[in-house]
C-alpha cells in the first residue's frame, strides 16, 4: 500500500493501488497490506473461488466474495469453528509452557464456548448465554451508554478548546465499550484498570504474530481475570443480582424439549469462557467501530452537516460504517471434507477466512462499493456481524453504541477536525483492524464548552 493517506476506509474511487507485486507477493503479516487490504480483496474477488496464501507454511484459503462468505457461514458442519482445536495448542512450546503456567497460578481449564465450537454443543452455548444477554438487558444499558458518550465527548470539547488536538481512540473509543460491558458485568470503578487489562490480555494473540513470552503474559492476566470473576459468580449463588453473572449463573434449558440439545447448566469455567469472549468479541471491535465511524463523518461533510441537523440519522450512519471499516476484518473455519468454493478445491482440514470486510464491498451486492453512503437501500445486509450460528452475540449491543455515539456527536458538536489524517496507521493484526490513534480537535455546538 503506497501512501498513509490511502488508510482511509473509503472514498468514491477504488480503495488504492496495490504492490507491483499484486497478489503474487500477498502476505497477510505485511504492515503494509494491513494498513489497507482492500484493493487486494477486490481483486481475489474478479476470481471464482478461495484465494490460497501461505502463512508460516500452511495454505490458508480467502473467501472473499459475498455468495461463497454467506453461504460457508450458513454451513458449521462443512466449515468448522473449531479452528484451535488442540486448546493450548498441543505440544507446542507454547502450549506446554502455557499449561504449566495455569497450574501453578490455579488457573481454570480454558473451554472451547461460542467462537470455537461447531453445533450441537454451540447451540447449547448460545441457548445459555442468551438468557443472560438479552433485549431487555441491552436496552438498560442505553442511558449508561448515553451519559459516558455525552460525557467524554464534552471532555473532548474541553481538551481541544485551545486547538491542542486529543487521541479520540485512546481519550474515548477504547474507553467507551470497555466501561459499557464492565457495566453490564458489574464491575465495580476501582476494577476497571484491571478489567481494561484482562480484556486486552484477552485478544492479545489474536491474528498478530506476537512472541510467546508476550502469550504468557497475557495469559498471567487472564488467570487474574479468571480468579476475579469465578468469584464474582460464586457470590451470586447466594446473593444473586439483576446483572449477565447471575443470569449465566441461572440460566437452563428445558430438558423436555428434546432437540438433542445437552440440558446440563454451565459450570463456572463454562461461564468464564463466555465471559471472556464477551470481552474478546465486543470491546476492541466497537472501538474500531467508533473510531472509524469517526474518520468517515469528517471525511464526508455532507453527511456530517446531515448527522448534526437531524442526529437520528446516527443509526444509518452506523451501520454504513459497520458495512465499510468491517472491524472484524474476517473469521477463521477449518473444513471438515474435501469441498469447492467456486473453481477451487479445498482439501480436508483446509484452514479457510471468511473475509467478511472483503463480502461487505462485493460490486455484486453494492453498486459503488467503496462510497460511504448511509442511505443506500442494501446496507443491513453487510456481513460484518457474520452470518448463521456464529452470528455476533452483541450485535445489538455493538449498534447501539455506536447509534448512540453517532447521535451524541451530531447533538453536541458542530465541527471535527482530525489532525494526522495523512498519517493515520492501522494497527498490526489480520483478524482485527482499526485506527492506531486519530488526533482530533472538535468544536461543540453554539461555543458549548464540555468539562
Ligand atoms: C462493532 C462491534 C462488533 C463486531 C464488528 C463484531 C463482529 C462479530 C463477528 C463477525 C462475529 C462472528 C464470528 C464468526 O463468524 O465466527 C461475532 C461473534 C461474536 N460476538 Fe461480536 N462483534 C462486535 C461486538 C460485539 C459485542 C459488543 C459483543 C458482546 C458484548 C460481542 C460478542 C460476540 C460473541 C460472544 C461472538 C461469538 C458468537 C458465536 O460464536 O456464536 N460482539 N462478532
Redesign the pocket.
Known sequence: MPSNAQANNSDDVPAAAIKDSGLEGFNLFDPEVQQCPHAYYAEMQKESGAFETDVFGTPIYLVTRYEDVATC?MDPSTFS?RFDAGGMEGNSEYGRRAQELYDAEGGYERIGT??TVDPPE?TRY?RLVSQAFTPRAIAQLEPTIRDLAGQLIDQLISATSQGKPVDFVEEFSVPL?VAV?AKALNVPEDRLADFKRWSDASVAGIGTNISIDERLAADREIIQFQKYFAEQLESRRDSPEDDLLTGLLNATIDKKADEGIDSTPLEIAEMLSMIQ??LV??NQ??TH?LGEMLLLLEEHPEEWSRLISDPQYGSDVADEA?RLA???QG?FRVATEETQIGSTTLPAGARVV?V?AAANRDPEVWKNPDAFQPTRDEQAKHL???KG???????G??RLEARIVAEELGKRLSAISVTNRTKLRYLPGFVLRGPERIDVVVKGKGGVSGG
Open positions: 457461514a469453528s461460542m467462537l454451540h448460545r465499550p460491558i469472549q464477551l468479541a465486543g471491535t466497537t467501530l459497520l468491517a472491524p472484524t473469521m471468511l467478511y460484518s456481524f457474520g450460528p456464529h452470528y455476533c452475540v452483541g450485535a449491543l455493538a
